[in-house]
């Protein structure tokens, strides 16, 4: 997965458990196993009962912690999360969980997704006199929780939690208790596990075969669960909505080792790659996969074309962060740093380089002149999923349409622009169906908006990518 060097982002991962005695360590293996979320900023919040303790900092999982630091905040409940900064939301204040406290009692929140009506909430709150410290819409849920009128924590959380419009998977974090909360149309994953007596919850199941925790079930859309030492209560805060599961969940951003609603990650993304080569037949010598999130995708369409996989692109896994930065320039240099093609493997060949997506078309076009440059013969470039013509707004730092390669041109075009000898997308019809969901009452059970345009919430006029905050701070 290149997520530092294409505009394709992951916003956050979330991680919480509650009951067990090291729950602070364990959040932090759970937090290395989702550490591909996000590497801008990561942190934990702990409570022993009596207060809540937070330990954040800018940078990777490794980088922000130290077993000395862990150690000071030992707890059995701890939130933690990690996060990708976009433009306008860079900075420590702006790394999770958030901790408010509050002489009526202290909460923290891990939040992953975005919300839609932000501004719309943000703007009534600040009339009624709330002021923010943050540019993250995880701040507007806590200000509605403590502004409620109910009388108890729960009421007011689920009240609060009603209000939003979006993407949020959340857990929240207090004294005497854990809370975790899906939107009503679960639009990010968020998975519920037991280890021994303890309640786990993660963004990927990936985070609870670190730490050793059995997957029990997905949460729900619009459900609230309720973590006590008297164990665990499921509750509503809204009725589910027609489900609209990010679909780059399954075709980029999961570890390939999670499974999503009980569909693992590689299966899927395998499955893709053989309807990709039943939708378009190639005469080639190899199949390659751009590493890591289009692997198994590579794997699918070589078994179903009968053409060998092979590993042609090799990426460098030991280059610094420092160095990818996101202007133009050092972009260019970053996918020389971050992957080199198998000269051997691809000399003299017909190489079929299967990706995931094409965003700007930048990487793509670079990562084609790499195959030629080591003297490819051909590269045709097979992606797994439709183009991607519409922004995100639920969490997923996709550009504005304008930025968007398929949004302004033909495959034709972009084929021209990429440098490659052929270009081909996967259907619609043909991604979702591969995944595979049932989920009954509803379309599809994806989101596809990026793809079709389709937005499966209202999106409201004053809407602002993530990335275009710093604009309307
Ligand atoms: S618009 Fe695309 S990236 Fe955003 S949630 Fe929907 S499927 Fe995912």
């Given at each position: 997965m290149l997520a530092e060097i294409r505009s394709l982002n992951e916003e956050c991962g979330v991680f919480g458990i509650w009951g067990h005695p090291n729950a602070t360590q364990l959040t932090y293996y759970g937090l290395h196993a989702l550490q591909h979320r996000g590497q801008e900023g990561a942190g934990i919040v702990s409570t022993d009962g009596d207060a809540l303790r937070p330990l954040k900092g800018e940078g990777m999982v490794s980088e922000v912690f130290t077993p000395e630091k862990i150690e000071k905040i030992a707890g059995h409940g701890a939130i933690g999360h990690v996060r990708y900064a976009t433009a306008g939301g860079s900075?420590?204040?702006?790394?999770?969980p958030l901790l408010f406290n509050s002489t009526t009692g202290s909460l923290a929140i891990s939040h992953n997704g975005n919300l839609v009506n932000a501004t719309q909430l943000k703007g009534h709150l600040e009339r009624q006199g709330s002021i923010f410290q943050?540019?993250?819409?995880t701040e507007v849920l806590a200000h509605l929780i403590k502004r409620s009128?109910?009388?108890?924590f729960e009421e007011k959380a689920k009240n609060a939690l009603s209000l939003l419009k979006g993407a949020f998977a959340c857990v929240i974090l207090t004294e005497e208790a854990m809370y975790i909360a899906l939107d009503p149309n679960g639009l990010r994953p968020l998975s519920l596990g037991k280890l021994g007596d303890a309640w786990v919850t993660a963004s990927e199941t990936c985070a609870f075969d670190i730490v050793g925790a059995e997957f029990v079930r997905s949460v729900e859309p619009g459900e609230f669960l309720i973590v006590t030492k008297d164990g665990m209560r499921a509750e509503r805060f809204a009725y589910p909505e027609e489900r609209a599961i990010c679909t780059m969940e399954y075709?980029?951003?999961?570890?390939?080792?999670s499974d999503i609603d009980g569909i693992n990650v590689h299966t899927a993304r395998k499955r893709l790659g053989v309807q990709l080569a039943k939708e378009v037949q190639i005469e080639a010598d190899v199949v390659t996969g751009v590493p890591d999130s289009s692997i198994s995708a590579a794997i699918g369409y070589s078994e179903q074309s009968g053409i060998p996989y092979e590993l042609g692109l090799i990426k460098?896994?030991?280059?610094?962060?420092?160095?990818?930065?996101?202007?133009q320039d050092l972009r260019e240099q970053g996918v020389k740093m971050k992957l080199s093609p198998v000269r051997q493997v691809v000399k003299g060949k017909r190489v079929i380089m299967v990706d995931d997506s094409i965003v700007r078309g930048t990487t793509s076009r670079r990562i084609v002149n790499l195959l030629k440059e080591a003297g490819a013969t051909e590269v045709h470039v097979v992606i797994?999923?439709?183009?991607?013509k519409n922004p995100c707004?639920?969490?997923?730092?996709?550009?504005t349409a304008g930025e968007l390669i398929a949004s302004n041109n033909t495959v034709e075009e972009m084929r021209e622009i990429i440098g490659a000898d052929s270009l081909t997308f996967l259907s619609v019809d043909g991604m979702v169906q591969n995944i595979g969901r049932t989920d009954p009452?509803?379309?599809?059970?994806?989101?596809l908006a990026c793809f079709t345009?389709?937005?499966p919430t209202n999106i409201y006029p004053d809407t602002v990518l993530p990335h275009e905050k710093e604009k309307v701070k």
């Open positions: 900075g420590i204040e702006n790394v999770q943050t540019t993250s819409d009128g109910y009388a108890s075709v980029y951003f999961s570890r390939p080792d460098n896994r030991y280059v610094g962060r420092t160095f990818i930065q996101p202007s797994s999923s439709p183009p991607i707004f639920y969490g997923i730092d996709i550009s009452g509803s379309k599809c059970g994806h989101c345009g389709e937005y």
